[in-house]
């Protein structure tokens, strides 16, 4: 499932999720459908939102399945009809289960059966008991059969973590085949490799740096009432009080600024100058008719407003690196442009790396 990617709203807050196939029993025809499963433990199948006790229930039930009856009509909505024939499946109900609530851990950010299982490896690595064996066993045996294969690489595959899981002189798991300690010496070296190229690996990634923020994501939501002081973060926000002289001109603030420069009227620009708020000048521009070539130049004249805001208020420029390297999450643009993909958020992340590496004396070209 991992690398399908879904998600939910709710209230304001995303809830991610990925998705796989399954068939739902529908008096004898199988119906091809999604089941959605979600960061929160929601799991949605067809028109039914359910818990993972639930889904073991229709699961049980045959309501849900991976396992059509050989000879039963297919159907995929508005696609295709099919009969079942010689019809084979790579997975039991039991293990689609341990698959979704393994996708539930690591969609909420917990360690799934895969990790359990690498850490117990570790384990056995540092501390080769008996005791760290059985709860390698255990971990192993704890991940989707399906997805035990692709613990390894692809030419050992799971190899490795059944030897390691077995003590010298019992058979291997899932073989007849009794594990020898030159086994157990093989599987050490495969992870002793593995351990060295991983870290080889990090070196070349992280190069330039961290992959990731190191610092907190910002979340900049709407005023209603009266704006903060800096420091407070609310004071990036393009709505923000703070006059911006550009193009010869002084604005209120920069959403005054923006919509002002995209009308192609004069007197029109200036009754936005003169709105009362920025919401008054958002409704002024939204009327009239805009500049040729707005909308391929518009991301620029935002950027270029927030750098002149900026630079002109010290203490605004000093919020805006005080959120260091962390993620701006906009919220309500006032534009559905900025407002789509978080654009507001990523262009106040641009302008922030652009002033922070001038401080830092970095060759960037003006």
Same mark, same amino acid.
């Given at each position: 499932?991992?690398g399908r990617r879904a998600y939910r709203i709710v209230g304001e807050e995303r809830i991610d999720g990925?998705?796989?196939?399954?068939?739902?029993?529908?008096?004898?025809? $199988?119906?091809?459908?999604?089941?959605?499963?979600?960061?929160?433990?929601?799991?949605?199948?067809?028109?039914?939102?359910?818990?993972?006790?639930?889904?073991?229930?229709?699961?049980?039930?045959?309501?849900?399945?991976?396992?059509?009856?050989?000879?039963?009509?297919?159907?995929?909505?508005?696609?295709?009809?099919?009969?079942?024939?010689?019809?084979?499946?790579?997975?039991?109900g039991e293990d689609l289960l341990a698959e979704v609530a393994n996708e539930i851990e690591r969609l909420?950010?917990?360690?799934?059966?895969?990790?359990?299982?690498?850490?117990?490896?570790?384990?056995?690595?540092?501390?080769?008991?008996?005791?760290?064996?059985?709860?390698?066993?255990?971990?192993?045996?704890?991940?989707?059969?399906?997805?035990?294969?692709?613990?390894?690489?692809?030419?050992?595959?799971?190899?490795?973590?059944?030897?390691?899981?077995?003590?010298?002189?019992?058979?291997?798991?899932?073989?007849?085949?009794?594990?020898?300690?030159?086994?157990?010496?093989?599987?050490?070296?495969?992870?002793?490799?593995?351990?060295?190229?991983?870290?080889?690996?990090?070196?070349?990634?992280?190069?330039?740096?961290?992959?990731?923020?190191?610092?907190?994501?910002?979340?900049?939501?709407?005023?209603?009432?009266?704006?903060?002081?800096?420091?407070?973060?609310?004071?990036?926000?393009?709505?923000?009080?703070?006059?911006?002289?550009?193009?010869?001109?002084? $604005?209120?603030?920069?959403?005054?600024?923006?919509?002002?420069?995209?009308?192609?009227?004069?007197?029109?620009?200036?009754?936005?100058?003169?709105?009362?708020?920025?919401?008054?000048?958002?409704?002024?521009?939204?009327?009239?008719?805009?500049?040729?070539?707005?909308?391929?130049?518009?991301?620029?004249?935002?950027?270029?407003?927030?750098?002149?805001?900026?630079?002109?208020?010290?203490?605004?420029?000093?919020?805006?690196?005080?959120?260091?390297?962390?993620?701006?999450?906009?919220?309500?643009?006032?534009?559905?442009?900025?407002?789509?993909?978080?654009?507001?958020?990523?262009?106040?992340?641009?302008?922030?790396?652009?002033?922070?590496?001038?401080?830092?004396?970095?060759?960037?070209?003006?």
């Open positions: 499932m991992t990925t998705w796989r196939h399954v068939f739902i029993d529908n008096g004898g025809t $199988y119906h091809l459908t999604d089941l959605v499963v979600y960061a929160d433990g929601v799991i949605q199948c067809g028109l039914e939102a359910l818990t993972l006790d639930e889904l073991r229930e229709k699961l049980e039930s045959g309501w849900i399945t991976v396992a059509p009856s050989d000879g039963a009509r297919g159907w995929a909505h508005s696609l295709a009809s099919w009969r079942f024939a010689e019809a084979r499946t790579w997975f039991s909420a950010g917990r360690p799934t059966a895969a990790r359990q299982c690498h850490e117990a490896v570790d384990r056995v690595r540092r501390e080769p008991t008996e005791a760290n064996r059985a709860a390698l066993r255990a971990a192993y045996l704890a991940v989707p059969s399906h997805e035990r294969v692709h613990l390894g690489d692809m030419d050992v595959k799971d190899w490795p973590y059944r030897v390691l899981a077995t003590a010298v002189g019992e058979p291997l798991i899932d073989d007849d085949e009794p594990v020898t300690a030159e086994d157990h010496h093989d599987a050490l070296q495969y992870f002793a490799e593995q351990e060295r190229r991983a870290a080889q690996a990090r070196e070349r990634a992280h190069a330039d740096g961290p992959e990731t923020p190191g610092d907190q994501t910002v979340e900049l939501d709407m005023r209603m009432m009266r704006w903060p002081e800096p420091p407070s973060r609310h004071v990036l926000r393009a709505e923000y009080p703070a006059p911006v002289e550009y193009a010869g001109r002084r $604005y209120p603030t920069v959403e005054h600024a923006y919509w002002a420069l995209a009308v192609r009227d004069p007197a029109t620009h200036d009754a936005v100058l003169a709105a009362a708020s920025p919401y008054e000048a958002r409704q002024i521009a939204v009327k009239a008719s805009l500049r040729d070539g707005w909308a391929v130049g518009r991301e620029a004249v935002m950027a270029a407003l927030h750098r002149a805001k900026f630079r002109q208020h010290p203490q605004l420029l000093a919020a805006l690196l005080a959120t260091g390297d962390g993620r701006i999450v906009y919220r309500g643009a006032g534009s559905a442009f900025f407002g789509a993909r978080n654009r507001m958020g990523r262009l106040l992340e641009q302008v922030r790396a652009e002033f922070a590496a001038e401080r830092a004396g970095l060759p960037v070209m003006s």
